[in-house]
């Protein structure tokens, strides 16, 4: 099993996120549990929970109101929302349970819609914004599951924007473009070098694949174009790429061996508010459909976390690196010293990992870097005895000797401002 996998891995790109997610422990797959279905290692559930956790707390900060919706629905849902006859062949084939057919969820929109309709809703509440950090369920053909880029199960950082009119929906379109551009400053993204924005467009003539509307396609497409153009920033356009129920702005990434995939998105929906009579009572107090925008900020976390392996070559930022700290003893006679050491990282609530091994220094200092943490305190006699700690930073970088609140001053900073280096 373990051969099985390291001949997959033999000849790619050491900096496939395939090939640094074994070496760096962070993800792992069964054949028995199934393909494309990852399985998250401790140190790989660390950068998972603090991308999620950083999702929730500055979607918060942008308006946007998580919630929590069953992975599972009947498929009368699906039947409801159209995905059923669009997404047939991506989607799992029902459950029975008693006497009803249930569906592994492939997408949340029709969840929240749900949602929305539980009560009546007033112009006020207007937009609404409901996230939820999703787990969604697509079949994918086994040729083209590609490590966490494209898996058969992923979680999505979705939204939908619940507008009152086009207005409202076009500034929407730009503050979920605001938060993506936001968050890939954060993670230390270009625009241009490291992501591009296409505008994914539908097709007239497929009726099959796309809701027939013909004008209603026509207005939302000029009204993505528009607001693109407006930004200043570059796109392509490429058409047969939208979603059945209309246009999209993705966000493009390329992998390291050049492939390109959608990380984030954009989308404008005229079709959902009819289906599901997402309707509320408006100024005059009369019933009003409302418009509906998909957005996703950061999109599936696997994705994410693919992408960001590769970009930072799997030495990721302090705030994203599953162990902050790693303590290097030199001799056995400093281990007490470094468990105190270890046990004050702790309740700071710093990530820290001990190795009071008996290997040589150089061994240990060797094997932090190889496991890309970021800082390595190194414990001698000297420290001991001044009580201070020598610090490195990855790349064999030498910071010198300072005392334990001195680093904790500098690396809790670098946490809360996500510094990168
Ligand atoms: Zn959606």
Not at 230 to 252: L, M, S
Request: aromatic content about 10%; charged content about 30%.
């Amino acid at each position: 099993m373990k051969q099985d996998k390291q001949e997959e891995l033999e000849g790619l790109d050491p900096r496939d996120h395939r090939v640094l997610g074994q070496q760096l422990d962070l993800f792992t797959f069964s054949e028995t549990v199934g393909k494309g279905l990852p399985l998250w290692t401790v140190k790989g559930a660390v950068v998972r929970r603090e991308l999620e956790r950083f999702i929730v707390d500055e979607e918060t900060k942008w308006g946007y109101q998580h919630v929590y919706t069953p992975d599972i629905a009947k498929i009368d849902l699906y039947k409801k929302s159209g995905h059923y006859p669009y997404y047939k062949d991506s989607m799992y084939a029902p459950i029975k349970i008693d006497d009803e057919e249930f569906m592994l969820r492939p997408m949340t929109c029709p969840h929240h819609f749900e949602l929305f309709l539980s009560r009546p809703r007033s112009y006020r509440e207007l937009p609404l914004r409901i996230a939820e950090l999703a787990k969604l369920y697509r079949y994918e053909l086994s040729g083209v599951l590609t490590g966490l880029i494209r898996v058969r199960s992923f979680c999505l950082a979705d939204a939908h924007v619940i507008c009152a009119d086009d207005e409202q929906a076009k500034s929407e379109v730009c503050l979920a473009l605001d938060l993506i551009e936001h968050m890939a400053k954060v993670f230390g993204l270009k625009m241009g070098d490291d992501y591009f924005y296409r505008l994914s467009l539908g097709d007239r003539g497929n009726k099959e694949k796309y809701y027939d509307d013909p004008p209603a396609w026509d207005k939302s497409e000029k009204m993505l174009r528009d607001i693109l153009e407006n930004r200043n920033c570059k796109f392509n356009e490429v058409a047969d790429e939208a979603a059945f129920y209309g246009p999209k702005i993705d966000i493009q990434m390329k992998n390291i061996n050049g492939k390109e995939d959608t990380a984030f998105t954009v989308q404008y929906d005229f079709c959902m508010p009819s289906k599901f009579k997402l309707n509320f009572i408006n100024k005059k107090g009369k019933e009003q459909q409302s418009v509906v925008i998909h957005r996703s900020s950061i999109g599936a976390v696997e994705r994410i976390i693919a992408f960001l392996i590769e970009h930072y070559a799997g030495a990721f930022p302090v705030w994203l690196s599953p162990v902050q700290v790693k303590i290097l003893t030199i001799s056995e006679n400093q281990v007490d010293y470094a468990k105190k050491m270890e046990k004050r990282f702790f309740e700071k609530g710093v990530r820290v990992e001990l190795d009071d091994s008996s290997e040589s220094l150089g061994k240990k200092i060797r094997n932090a870097e190889a496991e890309k943490a970021p800082y390595m305190i190194v414990l001698g006699k000297k420290e001991v005895e001044e009580e201070a700690i020598s610090v490195r930073q990855r790349g064999e970088i030498n910071l010198g000797t300072m005392t334990f609140e001195a680093f904790l001053g500098k690396i809790s900073k670098e946490i809360k401002n996500k510094t990168i280096f």
